[in-house]
């Protein structure tokens, strides 16, 4: 997991917090005094991030001692334990809100995923990511996500072709809603020669999601339907194109991803 991309993070992330000094710890804590540290959890879930917190602080110290209590994708109540840290206490002290701030950030992305992966146990559907990440932390917060039990879409806009809404309106392909057939068929068979990429299409509407379909896209995403209108979507993908994928989003949430989730 710890590789030069996430210790560049790690080390500008250090930066932003402490600015040329900790001028705090140097002028209350003494030279060369050790500390003693833990970390507890202040409410259940799981676990994420706790060799970027080892990482943080050896950064500014190579010889500080850190015990992790827990692993990555562990399970953990209020109050228990995760780590023990002992060391310099100004590098520890200088040190800990980055490591916090990493821990709990990817452990709540982890622990929120794993609550949807469980929502949808034993229904043969995936939880996917999006690109609707913090700006320079995507390999951190995707990590997180399979740790939670979540599955990652694409880690850039090079990874695969996703007609999104915007792209068939500024490509003219959709005009007052309505979409252009011929065009759109042209595209995908160009498409098809041009790249080995998966090819995946948004639509908003049963009326654009029927043209579309006949093409036979890898996936086509579903935004935005209602659970009678995806219930629709998945009787004609079932009987005449059983290889195109769904996806579905917005709107997803606790209390219907199971829902959604058994409509196939």
């Given at each position: 997991?710890?590789?030069?991309?996430?210790?560049?993070?790690?080390?500008?992330?250090?930066?932003?917090?402490?600015?040329?000094?900790?001028?705090?710890?140097l002028?209350?804590?003494?030279?060369?005094?050790?500390?003693?540290?833990?970390?507890?959890?202040?409410?259940?879930?799981?676990?994420?991030?706790?060799?970027?917190?080892?990482?943080?602080?050896?950064?500014?110290?190579?010889?500080?001692?850190?015990?992790?209590?827990?692993?990555?994708g562990?399970?953990?109540?209020?109050?228990?334990?995760?780590?023990?840290?002992?060391?310099?206490?100004?590098?520890?002290?200088?040190?800990?809100?980055?490591?916090?701030?990493?821990?709990?950030?990817?452990?709540?992305?982890?622990?929120?995923t794993?609550?949807?992966?469980?929502?949808?146990k034993?229904?043969?559907?995936?939880?996917?990511?999006?690109?609707?990440?913090?700006?320079?932390?995507?390999?951190?917060?995707?990590?997180?996500?399979?740790i939670?039990?979540?599955?990652?879409?694409?880690?850039?806009?090079?990874q695969?072709?996703?007609?999104?809404?915007?792209?068939?309106?500024?490509?003219?392909?959709?005009?007052?809603?309505?979409?252009?057939?011929?065009?759109?068929?042209?595209?995908?068979?160009?498409?098809?020669?041009?790249?080995?990429?998966?090819?995946?299409?948004?639509?908003?509407?049963?009326?654009?999601?029927?043209?579309?379909?006949?093409?036979?896209?890898?996936?086509?995403?579903?935004?935005?339907?209602?659970?009678?209108?995806?219930?629709?979507?998945?009787?004609?993908?079932?009987?005449?194109?059983?290889?195109?994928?769904?996806?579905?989003?917005?709107?997803?949430?606790?209390?219907?991803?199971?829902?959604?989730?058994?409509?196939?």
């Open positions: 997991m710890i590789n030069k991309e996430i210790i560049a993070i790690i080390k500008r992330a250090l930066a932003e917090d402490i600015g040329k000094k900790d001028i705090t710890t002028l209350t804590v003494p030279f060369r005094q050790e500390a003693e540290a833990v970390i507890f959890a202040k409410e259940k879930g799981v676990l994420c991030g706790i060799n970027i917190v080892w990482e943080v602080f050896k950064q500014k110290d190579k010889k500080i001692f850190f015990k992790s209590l827990k692993k990555d562990d399970t953990f109540r209020k109050d228990e334990k995760v780590a023990y840290i002992r060391g310099d206490a100004h590098i520890i002290l200088s040190s800990e809100r980055v490591a916090l701030n990493f821990l709990s950030l990817l452990s709540g992305i982890s622990t929120l794993k609550k949807f992966a469980d929502k949808i034993g229904t043969g559907v995936k939880i996917l990511d999006t690109r609707k990440t913090t700006p320079n932390l995507r390999a951190l917060e995707k990590y997180a996500v399979r939670g039990g979540g599955y990652n879409h694409r880690m850039t806009l090079a695969e072709v996703l007609i999104k809404d915007n792209h068939l309106r500024v490509a003219r392909f959709i005009n007052k809603e309505r979409l252009d057939e011929e065009r759109f068929r042209n595209s995908i068979f160009y498409l098809r020669k041009s790249t080995r990429s998966k090819i995946e299409v948004e639509v908003e509407s049963m009326e654009v999601f029927k043209k579309v379909i006949k093409y036979k896209p890898d996936v086509v995403m579903l935004d935005n339907f209602s659970l009678a209108q995806l219930k629709k979507a998945v009787v004609q993908r079932d009987e005449y194109f059983p290889q195109v994928k769904l996806e579905v989003s917005g709107g997803i949430n606790l209390n219907n991803v199971r829902e959604v989730a058994r409509a196939g």
